[in-house]
T-cell receptor
């Protein structure tokens, strides 16, 4: 158990719809990362938040957005869903320390999104 | 971040050591070498990381070449539970441990035979 929780585990929805994925980081971790894993693209970084602020952006579509709340949990919002958005979405968290601390990212179990 | 090259797949027998290679010929002096693995139907899991010296932890050992252009992840006694995709990733330490996202390649799929 990594200490990172994600809900829901599975989500099935129709094209054009909007969904919200939720992530609770490990206790004390300030950074949250979102990754998408699809069969054809592999694991891709989407976006990172650090203590409530956006820190880095990867291959995140404009239809997708995220935020990190004061209690440090994060939500990934996916809108105008397309068939190609079907994938596993992972959240990861890491600590804020320097040196050797904070190098490890701890991943949640993922949310499997199926768009029909 | 510099690129890494790994074999697509490897096979091992249970209870034997496994050496998973990674080439990173364009590594810079500020890149840490990280290894993660992903078991079937699970999220990626941190395994080990290092900069210049060899590293050991409870999961594995990391052997880093003197010129740092390659490294090897060593599982001392493979178990069936070690069957996973293993990713070798470089991360620039100037970006800070909490500031840098991971860039995953295709990794090496390790199969372990009983």
């Amino acid at each position: 158990d990594s200490g990172v929780t994600q809900t829901p585990k599975h989500l099935i929805t129709a094209t054009g719809q909007r969904v919200t994925l939720r992530c609770s980081p490990r206790s004390g971790d300030l950074s949250v990362y979102w990754y998408q894993q699809s069969l054809d693209q592999g694991l891709q970084f989407l976006i990172q938040y650090y203590n409530g602020e956006e820190r880095a952006k990867g291959n995140i579509l404009e239809r997708f957005s995220a935020q990190q709340f004061p209690d440090l949990h994060s939500e990934l919002n996916l809108s105008s869903l397309e068939l190609g958005d079907s994938a596993l979405y992972f959240c990861a968290s890491s600590g804020s320390g320097g040196g050797g601390q904070g190098h490890e990212q701890y991943f949640g179990p993922g949310t499997r999104l199926t768009v029909t | 971040d510099a690129k890494t090259t790994q074999p697509n797949s490897m096979e091992s027998n249970e209870e034997e050591p496994v050496h998973l290679p990674c080439n990173h010929s364009t590594i810079s002096g500020t890149d840490y070498i990280h290894w993660y693995r992903q078991l079937p139907s699970q999220g990626p899991e941190y395994v080990i990381h290092g900069l210049t010296s060899n590293v050991n932890n409870r999961m594995a050992s990391l052997a880093i070449a003197e010129d740092r252009k390659s490294s090897t992840l060593i599982l001392h006694r493979a178990t069936l539970r070690d069957a996973a995709v293993y990713y070798c990733i470089l991360r620039d330490f100037r970006r800070g441990g909490s500031q840098g996202n991971l860039i995953f390649g295709k990794g090496t799929k390790l199969s372990v035979k009983p």
